[in-house]
């Protein structure tokens, strides 16, 4: 059973930055593609970065030069890299295990909160 736990949320200031950690178990990391969630209050949630397992990236347009999604196979750990944060930023991000026809498991999330 692969496990996700997600750390490294908190309170911060617009234009500050923080990073994400994704720390996987329970299944060979190097094999599967990786995402990024979010979901703020009263919204669906959507997918905020992607990282293949070959590590080709995309982006959803609103945090294309301000997040950077990483991965180390040797650590089993997926990273969100978030600069210049806006308070729009503010939401629970989950990361997600990409399996053959979707999102196979999540991790419980961690809160980001973007004061202004």
């Known amino acids: 059973q692969v496990q996700l736990v997600e750390s490294g949320g908190g309170l911060v200031q617009a234009g500050g930055s923080l990073r994400l950690s994704c720390a996987a178990s329970?299944?060979?990391?190097?094999?599967?593609?990786m995402g990024w969630y979010r979901q703020a209050p009263g919204k669906e949630r959507e997918l905020v970065a992607a990282?293949?397992?070959?590590?080709?990236?995309d982006y959803t347009d609103s945090v294309k030069g301000r997040f950077t999604i990483s991965r180390d196979n040797a650590k089993n750990t997926l990273y969100l890299q978030m600069n210049s944060l806006k308070p729009e930023d503010t939401a629970v991000y989950y990361c997600?295990?990409?399996?053959?026809?979707?999102?196979?498991?999540w991790g419980q999330g961690t809160q980001v909160t973007v004061s202004s």
């Open positions: 997600a295990w990409g399996g053959d026809y979707g999102w196979d498991y």
């Open positions: 329970g299944s060979i990391f190097a094999d599967h593609a």
């Open positions: 990282i293949s397992s070959g590590g080709t990236t």
